[in-house]
């Protein structure tokens, strides 16, 4: 199991342009490159950043070539100001990176508002997108949760570093399904506790914008589709993956008992297993 030192230590960086900002972007890169099977690339959401995939990837990589990246704004991803972070903002990085990549064809596996931003590139770009999986996803109007508002009050920035770790903590804590794993907790706030991080944090919540959602066209994904969610979660509750089911023409629902909002963590073992059997069409 890798650490978040050593996962920021294997990831790779370019820059993209967003809205006209040329923006660093940092990428976890893994898996063999002449599969002739599109790429699989993974999002995740606030306030966690591509080491959430830290079980899910190696598993993945076995067949499939993986990117990761950190989100702008996120991880070790560009965190000065002056740039947005909606989820408009990151389907256009999400563009920009792949295009930068020379990657055409895709599989995309999204976590919270990266599922937003999966929906967003899955609905415009369907020709791109052949398998896509979201788990415990932002959609239509799930979201922002109180947490995530509470971390874009102008008081949040003011906080002591060790009033925003306690916060962080809790919500680390309380999302998770049972006792949650120390390095997943420390991993997951470790981009944050500098100023850089502390001030990019409060800016990224600020940029949660439910119209990017619910304006969505959910009859526009074409790809196939798997929403594998954590059933017990209460951020992004089990009844708006039935919605999507109903709205996305080719979807399977499929809940993991015993996970909360960190399905990925919660689950590692049953996720990982399911989304291979997913991905390559075969009993793992």
């Known amino acids: 199991?890798?650490?978040?030192?050593?996962?920021s230590d294997q990831q790779s960086s370019t820059t993209v342009s967003v809205d006209g900002h040329d923006l660093a972007v940092a990428y976890h890169e893994d898996g063999p490159d002449e599969s002739a099977a599109p790429p699989v690339v993974f999002l995740h959401g606030i306030p966690t950043w591509s080491f959430l995939w830290r079980d899910i990837v190696p598993a993945v990589a076995e067949d499939r070539r993986t990117i990761a990246p950190d989100l702008v704004g996120y991880g070790n991803s560009a965190m000065?100001?002056?740039?947005?972070?909606?989820?408009?903002?990151?389907?256009?990085?999400?563009?920009?990176?792949?295009?930068?990549?020379?990657?055409?064809?895709?599989?995309?596996?999204?976590?919270?508002?990266?599922g937003g931003v999966a929906l967003r590139f899955a609905a415009h770009n369907p020709e791109r997108v052949e398998q896509l999986v979201l788990s415990n996803a932002v959609c239509y109007d799930s979201w922002p949760v109180e947490f995530v508002s509470n971390l874009g009050l102008p008081s949040t920035a003011d906080l002591e570093r060790e009033d925003l770790e306690e916060q962080l903590d809790s919500a680390f804590v309380e999302g998770a399904y049972g006792e949650a794993d120390p390095e997943f907790v420390a991993g997951m706030k470790a981009p944050w506790l500098t100023d850089e991080g502390h001030l990019s944090l409060v800016r990224d919540a600020v940029a949660t914008n439910t119209n990017h959602t619910t304006e969505i066209d959910y009859g526009a994904i074409a790809a196939e589709t798997l929403l594998l969610w954590g059933e017990d979660d209460v951020m992004q509750p089990y009844a708006y993956a039935e919605r999507l089911a109903e709205d996305i023409a080719d979807a399977e629902l499929e809940p993991l008992s015993d996970a909360y909002h960190w399905v990925p963590e919660d689950r590692a073992d049953a996720y990982a297993d399911r989304l291979r059997e997913f991905l390559t069409g075969a009993e793992v």
């Open 80 to 114: 000065g100001d002056g740039f947005d972070r909606s989820i408009r903002a990151q389907e256009e990085m999400l563009e920009a990176l792949l295009d930068d990549l020379g990657l055409e064809a895709i599989a995309l596996v999204a976590h919270d508002i990266g």
């Open 1 to 7: 199991m890798v650490d978040h030192d050593a996962w």
